[in-house]
C-alpha cells in the first residue's frame, strides 16, 4: 500500500481485495458491546474538514475511536482558519502536533495533494472538489462484494450528476479495477465528455439500462455546484431520470439500489424507494466505518512491513 490514499488510483486491484479483507474482520468490532480495539493506540488522527459533511467526518471519527488513536476534529469554525490562516500553515501546525493522519475534506480538487507537500504521515482524501471521494468507493465495492459475493462481470448504472460527482469518479474507477461493467446514465449535459476513457459505457436512456442492472446507484443532484442550467426543471429531470416506483419495476427483483447519500428524496429517488430493503444506504454506512478503519490500519503500518511508507 502507499503511504496516502487521494483517489482511486494509489490503489490496485490486489490493495483492493486486502482492504476490503481486512475490513471484514473490523465489521465484527462494531457488533461487540465494547466496540475498541487497540491497534492504533498511541496514534494521532486528525479530520480536517473544510467542506460540510455527516457520514465521512463522524465514520471517519468513529473508525479511529474503535482503533484506539487519539482524535482531533478540525472544522473551519471556530480555529484560524475563520482568521484566514493558509491551507499551508494549517497543514504544518498539525505537523508541528505530531499528527499521524490527516483525513481532509474540501471544495478545492487537488487539496489532499496539496496537503502532502507539508504533512509527514498519511493524508486520506475524504472527497475533494469534483475529483474523488475514494473511501466512499471502498466502501460502495464492500457493500457490493457482501451482498452479490463478486465483482467480476456484475453490472452497475451509475445514474444522474455525474459530471459534478467525486464519487462517481471514483467508484468509476474502483469497479473497472475488480471487473464489474459500469455504466454511466443521465442527461447528456451531466455526462463527462472525456467519460469513455474511464472504461465505462454511457446512455441516456435510463429504462433501457435497469432491466439489465445487478445494481442501481443513483447520484445526488448536486445543485450548489451547477454554475449553469443543466436541465430545464428538477421536476423534469425527477420524471426522466429518478429512481421511481414504476422504474423500479424494471429492475431486475434481486438487483441493488444505492445511493452515497445525502439523498434528495424526491428528485434522484422516490422517497418509497429510498426506504425498499434493496435499497442499502443504511448498510453502505454501517460498512463504511470498517472500511475505514482498514484503511486507517493499514496506512498507519498496523498491516506490517507490507505497509510501506513510500508514498
Ligand atoms: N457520502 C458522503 O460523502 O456523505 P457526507 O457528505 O455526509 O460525508
Redesign the pocket.
Known sequence: MKRHLLSIDDVTGEDIVRILDTAESFREVGTRVIKKVPALRGRTVVNLFYE??????ISFELAAKRLSADVINFTTSGTSVAKGESLKDTALTLQAMGADAVVIRHSSSGAPQALTRWIHGSVLNA?DGTHE?PT?ALLDLYTIREKLGRFEGVRVAIVGDVLHSRVARSLSFALAKVGAEVTLVGPPTLIPPDAPRWGVNVSYDIDAVLPKLDVCYLLRVQRERQRQQYFPTVREYAQLFGLTRERVGLLPDDALIMH???MNRGVEIDSDVADLPRALMEEQVTNGIAVRMSLLYLLLGGGGEEASADA
Do not use: E, I, M, Y
Open positions: 460540510n459533511s455527516t457520514r465521512t467526518r472527497g471521494h466512499q452515497p447519500g445525502p
